[in-house]
């Protein structure tokens, strides 16, 4: 998958929901929100929303396609700079994964050295 450095959780998410046919106002609804809220996100205007709100956005799309699901929040997590929830767990139960990120950090390895080393 192929990630452009502009785009924004806010565009993608309308986007999404758009051609699934679902109103603001549905998304609203299933999140326990003002559409205002759902609006000002669509429009960056508000950070990408985080926790069980991000989730439950997500949610409201009824979404198959897990690369598109992963994207979101991945997307979210990007612009608010901060670790997606699962691979922070994940981060935190392997200790040598940080070990890894250290050493990779004091090599000075940049982003094709490291696609090498996990494929």
């Given amino acids: 998958m192929v990630y452009l450095k502009e785009e924004k959780f806010g565009n ?59 994207k979101l929040y991945l997307l979210a997590s990007k612009q608010r700079k901060i670790l997606p929830s699962d691979i922070e767990d994940y981060f935190f139960a392997n200790e040598e994964i940080y070990n890894s990120i250290v050493r990779g950090m004091k090599n000075n390895k940049k982003n094709e050295d490291w696609k090498k080393i996990f494929r």
């Fill in 12 to 70: 993608y998410f309308q986007s999404i929901r758009k051609s699934k046919n679902i109103t603001q106002s549905e998304v609203a609804n299933y999140v326990n929100r003002k559409k205002m809220t759902i609006s000002l996100i669509e429009n960056n205007k508000n950070e990408p929303p985080s926790g069980e709100l991000l989730k439950n956005m997500i949610d409201s799309l009824s979404l198959d396609d897990k690369n598109i699901i992963s």
